[in-house]
């Protein structure tokens, strides 16, 4: 605990990415989250905590999550605990050095709205299978399976798992040869050998991409009952051709940029979208609601092996591995006792005693770079109304003093003055972040219409009306857009007024008779 706190691994703005991070994580399960709960799906518990900073005094509501890897944040926590876990395995097994890991995939991309679960379920039947096999042929032991799920442009899903073993003793070359050909037998799908693991991150991935999440959630707003929010096509259309970009670049060193893959990217996200609706008028679930259902159950990742007696160790000795760091060493993984619940023979509220805190977690840097201990609590208030409410503050302050001289000790800044410069940094980074999106993104393009001389522009909202700026009356509404198919590319076109074809940024263009004829919304 004090060897960690007041420590820091890297500078505010750095800190401030990795927390931009977080927050866009935190988003995005708060959205999928949502749509769960609007099919009646539970996404969260009854457990709300509130983050306490010992040193810098600052708090964070945080909310409790379901353990589901469709939500980002919980899926994350235990990435971070299986990786952690690995390392410290890795790095401490006799044949750590010459672990080795491999990816077999599974046959053809699962069509979303397929049976996903049970070819998840053969697949890690296979590995299973073909682990006996290998140890018992070829002296091959198998510690880990760690299962992945990618999602492409057509949402159709690649099922792939990342496979880790060692060789109790070398093979000659022709038994390496044998083992690799008679292992893609085995599983009669492909099967590549990737060498010596260099970093668990290799082995430990997510199992859904945030992105890819995204991406159905985004595309699924082509439905009206399943949107949560507007239909955009040309924003989609750049998210595919990233993607689309991604591919084609692989191996090659003249690297194509996203936008020569616009146009078909667009095309693509018009087909899906009018894919969905179809799937939705026969009955269909939402994307991330079958995705739930599906995964349900299923575990992600399986220890085997070693890795799996020293997990059970793990739970037994009621340990976990945390980084720690080290004058000498530096950061290093270490085993520890988990924290136990604090018990007290004092009479408690009966209901949602104020103050409970509920964990006392390893110094971490949540509110800045420099690493402090935080305090998890339940019903937290800074004016108590119960004596064991105030008891509890009370002992939060002394272990806050106790820290801070840990902190002193390190040689950390005022928390104070870091409290401020962190404010600071974020507010410019807002700044700077609001200006390079003005530069980049324009809501709408005013040049093609029509108004009198002298006349402020009126303000073309994305319904397609006009707002009069100063008086904000409407000056015009379209009487045909519920007619135009945003399906049909002959309804897009470029800011030059190019219908469908090479243009970097298409539009929908909004039919309103021939006078407003060129108006544009993005």
Known sequence: MEANTGRSRSDIQAWLARDADRQRLEADTERFAEILEQQGIPARTDLRLVAVGLITGQRQELEGWRNTNVLPVPSSRNRAAMLRELEFFMRNHPKGQWLRYAVVTFGERVELFGDLRDRVRVAHRRISKWASWAKAEFGVHVVDRHGELTVDERLSIHPHSNVLYYLERPLSKERWAEFLWRSAQKFGARWQDNGRVRNANEIVKYFFKGDDLTLMADLACAVPDWADGAFDPAELAHMVAVKLAAKANKGRSDRLPAEAFFGKALQLVLDVAGDLRRQAAAGASHPLVWLFHEMFGLRVATPMGELRQFRAGLRIGKERVVGVFSPETGYGLRKVRKQTRERTSEGIDVLLPENEVLAFTLPQPRFSPYAEPVLLVRNFTAQPRTRL???????????????????????????????????????????????????????????????EAGAEMPFCRSDGSLVDRRTGEVVFEPRSIPEIDIFDPRNWFDSSGTQWGSGKRYQLRWHYDSAMDGCWDE
């Open 389 to 451: 409410g105030a008891l509890a503050l009370n002992r939060m302050a002394a272990t806050g003093e106790k820290a801070k001289e840990w902190w002193n000790k390190a040689g950390a800044p005022d928390p104070k003055k870091l409290v401020a410069a962190v404010n600071g940094a974020r507010a410019e980074a807002g700044r700077q972040e609001e200006t390079a999106e003005g530069g980049v993104y324009r809501s709408h393009y005013y040049d093609n219409c029509p108004a």
